[in-house]
């Protein structure tokens, strides 16, 4: 697609707003980092755009925004998210006819692959359980168990799971990963598809969950394929909380059915200090932190993007909002 105003032909960039939730904190610091990543762009806070700038901008950056705000610019074409999970943003925007592109930093994936080693040797070398014996002044040795023997399933092997699957690899586990489309990598035992999934499940010691949430992965990990693991098996959710039954995983935990599981997402954030995931003695809890977006790569990355779409004309890839993902 060519930009279709004729001010970005004759060199003077039409603006880009940043649009955000009403009260993201951040939304400044945001402006000032995208800024100093594309000197030649003029970036606004959406609060700042004049009404002519409105009529002018053809794309926007974006972090969770008010649809209303995007239904104010006519020319609008696409927007880039700066988060690499576009969930909210699809089911938000609804049926829409703008193009939507989301962040795939490399740094992002190392920082998620740094999450699931450290989070995968923190059940591998049984801390959990050390945890536990420590409060009641247990002093016991458990058996070790080497990384080779030790079978880690990965379920999403897209940007954030291929990078954790590497790391994993280079680390001496076992490595299964679970995709739509079965996926080629050296060393990875690779799925495919939802009859593929049962059989990968049984084959697991610990799972890690880095698929997006879509209407297919909503409730994916429900009683029947909790049931699938082994008995000891444990659990890493670093993607979205509704991925995961809530009710059926409290009953996989109480029954000793799962030994442990680590929750770093949940359906609603911050997670109600009524939930009983905060109290539970198999419940690692974490508050969304697994890989946060580093600000200054992610706005290199949207910078080198715009900078394309500006001289060529050409998208970078866009989300299918009908798969959701
Ligand atoms: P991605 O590159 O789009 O990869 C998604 C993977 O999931 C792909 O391998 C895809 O299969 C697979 N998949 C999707 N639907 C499936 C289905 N129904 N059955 C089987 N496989 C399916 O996404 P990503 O960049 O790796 O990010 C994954 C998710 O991580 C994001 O959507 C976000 O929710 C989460 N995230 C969390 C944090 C955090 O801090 N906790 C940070 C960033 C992202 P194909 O390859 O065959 O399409």
Known sequence: MKPSNSAVTSGISTPIPFIAAANYAQAGAWVNALQAAMPAERIVAFDAMSDEDKLACQVAIVANPNPADLQQLPQLEWIHSVWA???????????????????VDPQLANTMAEAVLAWTL????????YAKQQAQQIW????????????????????????????LLRAGFQVAGWSRHRKAIDGVNCFAGADELPVMLAQTDILVCLLPLTPDTRSLLNASTLAALPKGASLINFARGAI????????????GHL????LDVFEVEPLPVS??????????????CSAPTDR????????????RYRQSGVLPLTIDVQRGY
Do not use: C, F
Not at 244 to 255: E, G, Q, T
């Open 85 to 103: 999970g576009v969930e909210r943003l699809v089911v938000d925007l609804g049926d829409t006819h703008l193009k939507i592109v989301r962040l």
């Open 122 to 129: 923190y059940l591998h070398r049984d801390m959990p359980a």
């Open 140 to 167: 016991q040795a458990l058996d070790y168990v080497r990384p080779q023997q030790r079978r880690i399933s990965l379920l999403g092997l897209g940007a954030l799971g291929e990078a954790a699957a590497v790391s």
């Open 244 to 255: 995961i039954n809530d009710a059926d995983l409290h009953a996989a935990l109480d029954s």
């Open 259 to 262: 030994a442990h599981v680590v």
């Open 275 to 288: 939930q009983w995931q905060w109290q539970h003695p198999s419940v690692t809890l974490l508050p969304h």
């Open 296 to 307: 200054q790569t992610a706005s290199q990355i949207v910078a080198g993007n715009i900078l």
